[in-house]
């Protein structure tokens, strides 16, 4: 952003830095603020980017794919390959991500992000419902690997997870136990299903909270009510034993 002036460059950098921080858990209030920025400066390819992602992770995916083919055209890179193939694929095309994944330009990324479209063909694959393809897909020395790298928890959750939806249970869960191992962030939810697999049941605390706290209101509205009703019989009790001796001294 360095061609901006510089009042232009720190509105545009205020936005990028709100697409960033909300866009995990706010998708969509990230793409609002992209599109702030994108009207300030749609000529940098790093707004373009961002938009791209902002839209990517608003399941916009051919806007997204739009932007990321501009942010190329703009920085000459191909860091975006994978993840515009993923967007082919969310725009239910998994066939022309097949095909980005046997480009040249796959070569051309580092370790990650072939790693990345690896986990994108094999993911097509899957779209075409070729279960064994995608198991062979996956299946490379960053797999085997007993090394940990940024992108290990991922790779092996994706094993795994091809592995179940093939029936291969067994095998699933050792690999669902491996990337356990590896997702050191939490990244996935690969200690949730290999205790799905093993049986074990989680039970919400908040739940169990909630319902105690329904049963005490319960049983404290029925102490109350059977206290008001004990109430009122010593009242009508002590009532009838006042009105019997005026009765007499009346006589």
């Known amino acids: 952003m360095q061609s901006l002036p510089k009042t232009l460059a720190e509105d545009v950098a205020k936005n990028l830095v709100m697409v960033a921080r909300l866009i995990d858990e706010d998708p969509e209030g990230a793409y609002g603020y992209s599109r702030v920025a994108l009207r300030l400066a749609s000529r940098v390819a790093a707004v373009r980017e961002a938009a791209g992602f902002a839209a990517y992770a608003s399941q916009k995916y051919s806007e997204a794919l739009a932007e990321f083919r501009a942010a190329r055209r703009m920085s000459g890179t191909v860091d975006l ?10 725009l239910g095309r998994p066939e022309k991500a097949l095909d ?16 990345e479209m690896r986990l994108v063909a094999a993911g097509a694959r899957r779209d075409m419902g070729q279960l064994d393809a995608a198991i062979v897909t996956l299946q490379s020395p960053e797999l085997a690997s007993n090394s940990v790298q940024p992108w290990t928890a ?5 094993y795994a997870d091809a592995l179940l939806a093939a029936g291969r ?26 205790a799905e697999l093993d049986g074990v049941e989680f039970v919400d605390a908040l739940d ?18 059977e206290t008001d ?11 009838d034993s ?6 007499e001294d009346k006589d």
Request: hydrophobic share 35%; charged share 40%; glycine share 6%.
């Open 154 to 158: 991922r790779l092996r959750y994706a």
């Open 100 to 115: 980005m994944a046997g480009a040249p330009e796959v070569h051309k990324l580092d370790k990650a992000g072939q790693v």
């Open 208 to 225: 169990e909270t909630e319902g105690v706290t329904e049963t005490d209101a319960e049983t404290d509205a029925e102490t109350d009510a």
């Open 229 to 239: 009703a004990e109430t009122e019989t010593e009242r009508e009790e002590s009532a």
């Open 81 to 90: 390959w994978p993840v515009m193939a993923d967007c082919e694929r969310g």
């Open 169 to 194: 249970e067994s095998e699933a869960r050792e690999w669902f136990a491996k990337a356990v191992e590896a997702d050191r962030d939490g990244s996935t939810d690969a200690s949730d299903r290999l």
């Open 242 to 247: 006042t009105d019997a001796p005026a009765q």
